[in-house]
């Protein structure tokens, strides 16, 4: 098993740029600025390769992310900012790739996120719980599809090329291809094929979770491999029962407050009142995450960022410092899991010092002394 290593600038002409496996495991490895044959890596045979990432490789060809054949698996996997003549994942005479995100790459000619080749009699190239977004092509932004190339529970979407967006079929009659419960734009045929938005959480801030109104919930097929896997985000890949569509399963919101308001009610200028809130892990993972779009005159003071255990809690304290007479509103975010947000209103008002009584007298006493 290889782990944990980065490949850098690497050049091939006959090779990956980066690691070529005819068997073995990389796991957790970073592959960036190679050239090669396939620009980042080349699985062939029983090779296998979990949670690594390909970010801007180049090939003047084939791959510029990965390519697999035979019966390598790539699982768990981010290719973006890679450029190619074809195909950013390149699937040759069979292959899988399962559980990855493939956004923003570019193929000058075919497939810019998978291109998939193979022939009559040979092992098919498989498509599996993918989210193929934003990538560019001549022809197959999403998919360049070739005859028999098996996609199932995957989303292509926002992909953009002079034919075929989403996808090209390069057989006008889909021979062999075979693509269920997918969502894309025009939808294919297939059973539990779906079209339209997928409705990702913020694709712009490289959030490609589901949103809970997605339709992509719960619509795709359960398989045999999925038992015990997990999906990109490292979670359990069946969740309430039937799989989703895309790399990353649906989990329901993982935060609870215990109030979606802080009051600090008046607050003397140049002073600072505090106020917490408890912030409730619902899921048995832990989760990771922190305030966004809080500033002045707001802040936190303790508790964030954080790493809530599962079933666990903890105590996030803010502070309103006014410098000045107004009334202050902010809405704030707390973060947690993949792209979950639990909002939360601040509120406080500036005040002036109060003017005692000990002050009015004295000011009395002074303007009498001057009348006179």
């Not at 719980?129 to 022809?139: M, S």
């Not at 360049?144 to 989303?155: D, E, H, K, S």
């Not at 009610?265 to 912030?279: C, D, F, K, Q, Y």
């Amino acid at each position: 098993m290889i782990t944990g290593l980065t490949f850098e600038r690497g050049n091939s002409g006959t090779l990956a740029g980066g690691a070529t496996m005819y068997a073995g495991t990389l796991r957790n490895c970073v592959f960036r600025f190679n050239n090669g044959y396939a620009g980042g890596a080349l699985l062939e045979g029983s090779a296998r390769m979990y949670d690594c990432e390909f970010a801007y490789n180049q090939n003047g060809t084939l791959a510029s992310a990965f390519m697999v054949k035979a019966s390598a698996l790539a699982d768990r996997c981010k290719c973006y900012g890679n450029t190619s003549l074809i195909g950013t994942v390149y699937l040759y005479y069979g292959g899988t790739v399962r559980n990855s995100l493939i956004y923003n790459n570019v193929a000058t000619d075919d497939g810019g996120g998978t291109y998939t080749l193979t022939a009559a009699g040979q092992p098919v190239g498989i498509v599996e719980n993918c989210t193929i977004y934003g990538n560019r092509a001549t022809r197959g932004g999403g998919m360049f599809l070739r005859t028999n190339a098996l996609v199932r529970n995957t989303i292509a979407y926002n992909n953009t090329a002079a034919n075929g967006a989403n996808y090209f079929l390069y057989n006008t009659s889909a021979q062999g291809v075979d693509v269920r419960h997918t969502c894309t734009t025009p939808a294919l045929p297939g059973s539990g094929n779906i079209s339209g938005d997928p409705r990702l959480v913020n694709p712009s801030t490289g959030l490609f979770g589901l949103t809970s109104n997605s339709p992509c919930i719960n619509a795709g097929t359960n398989l045999a491999w999925m038992t015990g896997a997990l999906d990109l985000a490292r979670r359990a890949r069946i969740y309430d029962g039937m799989v989703d569509m895309g790399a990353y399963e649906y989990v329901a919101p993982s935060l609870w407050l215990s109030s979606n308001m802080l009051d600090f009610g008046s607050v003397l200028i140049g002073n600072a009142a505090t106020a917490s809130v408890t912030v409730v892990n619902t899921t048995p993972q832990s989760v990771t995450g922190g305030v966004q779009g809080i500033s002045a005159p707001f802040s936190v003071s303790a508790g964030a960022p954080y790493i809530i255990p599962g079933g666990g809690t903890t105590l996030v304290t803010f502070v309103c410092a006014p410098q000045q007479q107004n009334t202050y509103t902010q809405t704030v975010m707390l973060s947690g899991g993949v792209g979950e947000q639990a909002s939360l209103a601040l509120r406080g008002t500036g005040v002036p010092e109060p003017v005692t009584w000990c002050w009015l007298v004295l000011a009395l006493v002074r303007l009498r002394g001057w009348r006179r």
